[in-house]
């Protein structure tokens, strides 16, 4: 059965990427065929979630006319549209706001829900679902829902923690990492990548190698991820970076997993794809800002592969929580700063600032 909604909710709502941003009153939405509403329990801030509002990120398309932004959340089911058959109401789910197109054809149209479309088909998508998850209520596609049973005695501010682990969850399944494998991750004390350095020691990394720039936090990382964790601290010498990285490795790695943000130079990248041994495997998932020169040659004769990867695959999110119930990866890693749903403008600011292993939460 439905449980009892309201008529109206807060929500913020953006006019256009750099335009007004208002906290008012909106109706609440009504289900249609394919669609859930969710009482969103909370949301997780996007690091850049301030220059995103403030249309200082060009890549980024949001819907024609006034929207509600936000990404991946946590929440109750209210209500279900007409064909949706396993989801009920009074179930907690979470949003993977990575939304595709369900027409059985080749390259499905995706957008991410609340955040941004791709062009071309993507965009009457964007249209079809144009408002996320920073309300007291969402409709959401059905289809864009994982269920978290067996989670509901777990904060909500606690449970969004999977969103952070998802994301590079999804790039190492892509670059095929194994039980027993050696993985290097490069950019290890971003939000992304320490979180990567987590959750491949949960899918049975043998040898980690964390690199970065800053030691400090590379040790703290290390610290929760254990002793197969190895931190090196990068110079930006790619010749004693690689050989640092080999030393740590105790040689080539199987799987070098690229989540760099904003770099404007390559040379860690760089590093990273030189400590590879013969048949490894690089993933890319960051956002180097400049062209990554790869020697041709070297690619063919170690028979290299470079793998460009965005997101994650349906079904991630349900891998990852199964992994924390089974007790292989701890959420409580990653630390909660849970700000009231009104208090949006000062939490975007925390977003930006927040440490490697914090996470910027809104809860209504």
Request: proline share 7%; hydrophobic share 45%.
């Given at each position: 059965?439905?449980?009892?909604?309201?008529?109206?909710?807060?929500?913020?709502?953006?006019?256009?990427?750099?335009?007004?941003?208002?906290?008012?009153?909106?109706?609440?939405?009504?289900?249609?065929?394919?669609?859930?509403?969710?009482?969103?329990?909370?949301?997780?801030?996007?690091?850049?979630?301030?220059?995103?509002?403030?249309?200082?990120l060009?890549?980024?398309?949001?819907?024609?006319?006034?929207?509600?932004?936000?990404?991946?959340?946590?929440?109750?089911?209210?209500?279900?549209?007409?064909?949706?058959?396993?989801?009920?109401?009074?179930?907690?789910?979470?949003?993977?706001?990575?939304?595709?197109?369900?027409?059985?054809?080749?390259?499905?149209?995706?957008?991410?829900?609340?955040?941004?479309?791709?062009?071309?088909?993507?965009?009457?998508?964007?249209?079809?679902?144009?408002?996320?998850?920073?309300?007291?209520?969402?409709?959401?596609?059905?289809?864009?829902?994982?269920?978290?049973?067996?989670f509901?005695?777990?904060?909500?501010?606690?449970?969004?923690?999977?969103?952070?682990?998802?994301?590079?969850?999804?790039?190492?399944v892509?670059?095929?990492?194994?039980?027993?494998?050696?993985?290097?991750?490069?950019?290890?004390?971003?939000?992304?990548?320490?979180?990567?350095?987590?959750?491949?020691?949960?899918?049975?990394?043998?040898?980690?190698v964390?690199?970065?720039?800053?030691?400090n936090?590379?040790?703290?990382?290390?610290?929760?991820g254990?002793?197969?964790?190895?931190?090196?601290?990068?110079?930006?010498?790619?010749k004693?970076?690689?050989?640092?990285?080999?030393?740590?490795?105790?040689?080539?790695?199987?799987?070098?997993?690229?989540?760099v943000?904003?770099?404007?130079?390559?040379?860690?990248?760089?590093?990273?794809?030189?400590?590879?041994?013969?048949?490894?495997?690089?993933?890319l998932?960051?956002?180097?800002?400049?062209?990554?020169?790869?020697?041709?040659?070297?690619?063919m004769?170690?028979?290299?592969?470079?793998?460009?990867?965005?997101?994650?695959?349906?079904?991630?999110?349900?891998?990852?929580?199964?992994?924390?119930?089974?007790?292989?990866?701890?959420?409580?890693a990653?630390?909660?700063?849970?700000?009231?749903?009104?208090?949006?403008?000062?939490?975007?600011?925390?977003?930006?600032?927040?440490?490697?292993?914090?996470?910027?939460?809104?809860?209504?």
């Amino acid at each position: 059965m439905p449980l009892d909604t309201p008529k109206t909710m807060k929500a913020w709502r953006l006019s256009r990427l750099g335009g007004e941003l208002a906290f008012i009153d909106v109706p609440v939405p009504q289900v249609r065929p394919g669609s859930v509403l969710v009482k969103v329990e909370a949301t997780a801030l996007m690091s850049y979630m301030k220059p995103y509002v403030e249309g200082r990120l060009p890549p980024y398309h949001a819907p024609d006319g006034g929207f509600t932004p936000g990404g991946n959340c946590v929440g109750i089911v209210q209500h279900v549209g007409k064909d949706v058959w396993h989801i009920r109401p009074g179930q907690r789910v979470l949003l993977s706001s990575l939304f595709g197109a369900t027409e059985n054809v080749p390259e499905p149209a995706r957008i991410l829900i609340g955040v941004t479309s791709f062009g071309g088909i993507s965009e009457a998508m964007q249209a079809d679902w144009p408002d996320g998850s920073l309300a007291e209520y969402a409709l959401l596609p059905a289809s864009a829902l994982v269920p978290a049973d067996g989670f509901d005695e777990v904060a909500p501010e606690r449970l969004s923690a999977a969103t952070r682990f998802v994301v590079p969850y999804g790039g190492l399944v892509r670059g095929r990492l194994a039980a027993g494998e050696t993985v290097l991750i490069n950019g290890a004390t971003g939000a992304y990548g320490s979180a990567a350095v987590l959750i491949a020691r949960a899918m049975g990394a043998g040898r980690i190698v964390a690199a970065g720039r800053n030691a400090n936090k590379l040790a703290a990382i290390a610290e929760l991820g254990g002793k197969a964790v190895k931190p090196v601290a990068l110079t930006g010498d790619t010749k004693a970076d690689v050989e640092a990285m080999r030393d740590a490795a105790q040689g080539g790695v199987d799987l070098a997993f690229d989540m760099v943000g904003g770099a404007q130079e390559p040379s860690s990248t760089l590093a990273a794809f030189n400590t590879l041994r013969n048949e490894g495997r690089l993933v890319l998932m960051g956002s180097l800002m400049v062209d990554l020169p790869v020697p041709y040659l070297q690619l063919m004769i170690r028979s290299i592969e470079i793998i460009g990867n965005f997101m994650h695959r349906p079904g991630a999110f349900r891998n990852v929580l199964a992994l924390a119930q089974a007790g292989h990866l701890d959420l409580a890693a990653i630390r909660p700063n849970v700000f009231p749903l009104s208090e949006l403008v000062p939490a975007m600011d925390a977003a930006g600032e927040a440490g490697s292993l914090e996470q910027i939460v809104m809860r209504p």
